[in-house]
C-alpha cells in the first residue's frame, strides 16, 4: 500500500507542485533512469534530418491554428544549452548566451497509464513568453521496429498561461539510434502568455503517415509533468497603432519580442500571413513571414475581430539591438 498513494498524487491534476517534490527521488528509484549520451549519433544526425515543412494545430477554443516549422542545421552552441536544442533553435555558440536565463533542466514526472516499456525524459527546456520547446529522450522497446520516418501521432506540450488560449504545437523526431528516439516538442499560446508554473506533455501513439493515414507501430499514451520557473526575458509593446498592410486598414494592439520569437495581434481584418520585418540599430532589416520564419502559427478569433500571428525567428536575436517592428509602419522600441 505504501508505493499506492505515490501513484495516486501524480494522477491527481489538483495536487500541487509542493506535494510532489518530495516523492520524485522515490519515483526515480522506481523507474530507474536511462543514460543519456549527447554525443552518439550526433554526427549522423546532420544527415538523416529531414529538411521539410510540417504543418500542426489544435482548437481548444473556436479559433482557427496552423503552424508551420522548419529545422535547418546550424553550429551546436554552448553557455549550458543542449546541442540539439541549440540545433532546433538555429543557435550558434554567439545566441546561446542570450536564451540562458531561460534554459532549464527540469525533473520530469512521467506518470503511470499505458506505458507498455516506454520511458521518456525531458532532457533539456527553453520557454519564452509565447513558446516552450522541451528536448526529450524515449525509450522504446526493442521488439518494435521503428521505421526511419517515424512521428508521433499526436505530441502536446501545455504550459501555464495567463488565460485560456488557443494552440500551435509539434514535435520534431531528430534521432533515432536502435530503440532510442530524441526530438523536439513545442507549443506555441496563440492568445495568452506563457508564465511560470506547471507543464505537462502528451504523446500519443508512435508511427508513420502513408497516403494521409497514420500507420501505428506503438500504441499507447504517454503523459509527464514538470514545473517550469526559467523563462527568456521577453518586451512586450500595446501601440494601439492604425498601419496599412497592402491595401488592407489594420490595427497594432500588441507586440511580444524576445531573442527566439516574435508575436503580433491585429485588429480590424483577418491575416494569416502578415509580413512582418525587424530593423537593428546597425541598418539590418530581417523579414520575418510564412516563408522567413523558422516556425510560424496564425490564430484567429472571430468573434474578438482579432488574429495574432507567431514567427520563430531563424536564430536568437539580441533583442536590445532592435529599433524597430515594422508591421506596414515603423512600431520602434522603448
Known sequence: MKRVDPWNK?????????????????????????PFDTQAGWDDLMTRIPKKRRFFGKLPLAAAIALVCLVTTVTAGSFGLHE?????????????ALLTQGISQPKAVMLPGAMDGVKIEIIQVVADHAGIYALYEATIPKRVD????????????????QGNTGWGFGSDI?????NRITGVAYSHALD????????????????????????????????????????????????????????????????GLSPISVTVEITGTEMKD????????????????????????????????????FYLLPEPIDVTAVTSVVVGSPIPLP
Open 146 to 161: 521503428l521505421p526511419e520516418e517515424l512521428t508521433w501521432e499526436e505530441c502536446f506540450l501545455r504550459p501555464s498561461t
Open 274 to 309: 502578415l509580413p512582418v520585418s525587424l530593423t537593428f540599430w546597425d541598418g539590418t532589416i530581417l523579414p520575418l513571414s510564412m516563408r522567413d520564419a523558422h516556425c510560424y502559427s496564425w490564430h484567429t478569433d472571430y468573434l474578438a475581430d482579432m488574429s495574432r500571428l
Open 10 to 34: 501524480l494522477d491527481d491534476p489538483n495536487t500541487s507542485w509542493e506535494e510532489l517534490v518530495p516523492l520524485l527521488d522515490e519515483l526515480d528509484e522506481m523507474e530507474g533512469a536511462v
Open 84 to 96: 540539439k536544442l541549440a540545433y532546433f533553435l538555429g543557435a550558434g555558440e554567439e545566441q546561446t
Open 174 to 178: 531528430l534521432e533515432i539510434e536502435g
Open 192 to 255: 495568452a502568455p506563457i508564465v511560470p508554473g506547471k507543464v505537462t506533455a502528451d504523446f500519443e501513439n508512435l508511427g508513420y503517415w502513408e497516403d494521409n493515414a497514420f500507420v501505428t507501430v506503438l500504441e499507447g499514451e504517454w503523459h509527464l509533468f514538470w514545473n517550469q520557473t526559467e523563462m527568456v526575458e521577453s518586451t512586450v509593446l500595446t501601440p494601439d497603432q492604425e498601419v496599412l498592410v497592402g491595401d488592407k486598414k489594420t490595427t497594432v494592439t500588441y507586440i
